[in-house]
């Protein structure tokens, strides 16, 4: 991937000299400090497009190596760092920037002034994130780990109440613990084989002594506990509903992306290290995502339903999107997982995008209006004949509730995976992935717990849509005391951003599907990642000619 070169390193370079340079600067100084986070995230989307492109365009060629590497410090693989380049991490890459971009543009509104250094951890977050993405060692997976998780205990933090102190509290509490899971995984990891490169690990992984097997499976198993906390599979997820939902809208709508990396690395290294050629242990774990994925569908699903607040609604729709996630991983199967890519791109889109929404759509309700309408209700007050004398049938919808109805139900239908949004199409990658088993692998027999996937995807959709209806009427139409709110330029963009790009993935959905076909094939036969990483030569330096 000669096309990619130096400007591999660029994801994770660009925000740390960013918010170094932000630190530097007079938190008085707003306005520049928002110019320059925002210059350096329009910066950071273009270069994961010239990543994305050079993956794809790679992958595609045949003479061309499919996999990128980058040699921090020139030293080969497994002895030095390697951040490596392909079609999933470039496809996160692009999916980080995009977020990104549109909580930035949110924050402007107000929320950037709310708190001190946000603009920074803000970027080290997205340094953290894309050096999660792009490396290809375990030990270096902490590093970028740890950073990404540090600076979003800051901004979990940011602004004001009560309620966000002890939710972020709790965040920061449980994610210590998955990081201290973490270090005890990899060490248990190290200590069988003596790599933490994951394309040497792959390697040396089936050559495990049959007495030291069970030492690897319990050290991959501490880290993928550590990984399951971030991903909000069920018991594990307890925290996330309402740590998002009392964190500030961008920094919610930017953490959706966060448990998307627990998903990343479980997909790639259930794959890469436990995958059809990893001998005795291949196939390790894939049960219990598929089984435990399925039960956070069910658990996401009844929150939903619950849920009261539309903030915890959002929350909890999270852990349905990760629960398909984990459950169409343990299926080990190359359509499925094509199928699974599609509906995380669009379901991170979507939940992203209505985080933003609900503090927009909140705006119209007025909290007094609410409780006087139940109290009235409870004592049997007949308020027909006062809404009668009102003149109020006929009004046209004010203009900005039309537009924040439109996004609401926009949300509503990519929840649900209704047609014609790219949820649906998601959806139906998935559920025809599934119930068209391979008649050589499968026997052309679907199991019984793919049925039991296929009725809990099902449901789930209609629990968002019974939900999200539900949530509509009383925003849009119920309230007795609501008001247009004011909404500026700046708040509404994103959301609608976010959302024009669920249309075009629409839109473009063959084309989509095609790269996440690809995707899924190379995740699923790793020899070319595992080649292109160990075979990679450190380049010559300046005086090697004359030493020759």
Known sequence: METAGHLMIMPIVLPLAAGAFLLLLDERRHVTKAVISLVSALALMVIAI????????????ASAATTGVYLLGNWPAPFGIVLVLDRLSALMLFLTSVLALASLAFSLARWHKAGPHFHTLFQLLLMGLNGAFLTGDLFNLFVFFEVLLAASYGLVLHGSGPLRVKAGLHYIAVNLAASSLFLIGVSLIYGVTGTLNMADLAQRIPAVPAQDRMLLEAGAAVLGIAFLVKAGMWPLSFWLPGAYSAAAAPVAAIFVIMTK?????????????????????????????????????????????????????????????????????????????????????????TISAFFLL???????????????????EAYGDDIEEE??????????IPGTLAVLGICFAACGLLLAGLPPLSGFVGKFALLTAMVRPDPVADGGVIAGSTWVLVALLI???????????????????????????????????PVAFLLALCLLMTIQ???????????????????????NVLSTQPMPGPNASRDK
């Not at 959709?461 to 909404?487: D, N, Y």
């Not at 959905?509 to 080649?531: F, I, K, N, W």
């Open 50 to 61: 010239a990543l994305l492109r050079s993956a794809d365009n790679a992958a595609a060629s």
């Open 261 to 349: 990396v627990g998903i990343y690395i479980l997909l790639r290294l259930s794959l890469l290290l436990f995958g059809v050629d990893a001998g005795a242990t291949a196939g390790f774990g894939d049960s219990w995502l598929l089984f435990g994925g399925m039960a956070t569908i069910a658990f996401g699903s009844i929150g939903v339903l619950a849920s009261q607040a539309v903030g915890r609604l959002a929350g909890f729709s999270i852990l349905v999107s990760s629960g398909t996630l984990l459950a169409a991983i343990g299926m080990a199967d190359a359509r499925v997982t094509a199928g699974a890519l599609f509906y995380m791109v669009s379901s991170t889109l």
């Open 358 to 376: 609900i503090e927009l759509v909140e705006r119209v309700q007025d909290p007094a209006a609410n409780v006087l309408s139940v109290t009235m």
């Open 387 to 396: 809404v009668a004398e009102q003149d109020e049938v006929g009004v046209a």
């Open 459 to 493: 449901l789930s959709g209609l629990c968002a849509l019974i939900a999200t209806m539900r949530a509509g009427i009383q925003i849009f139409w119920a309230p007795i005391g609501g008001t247009v709110p004011r909404v500026l330029l700046v708040e509404i963009a």
């Open 509 to 531: 959905g063959g084309q989509m599907m095609r790269y996440m076909e690809a995707t899924a094939q190379s995740l699923h036969s790793p020899a070319d990642y595992l080649r």
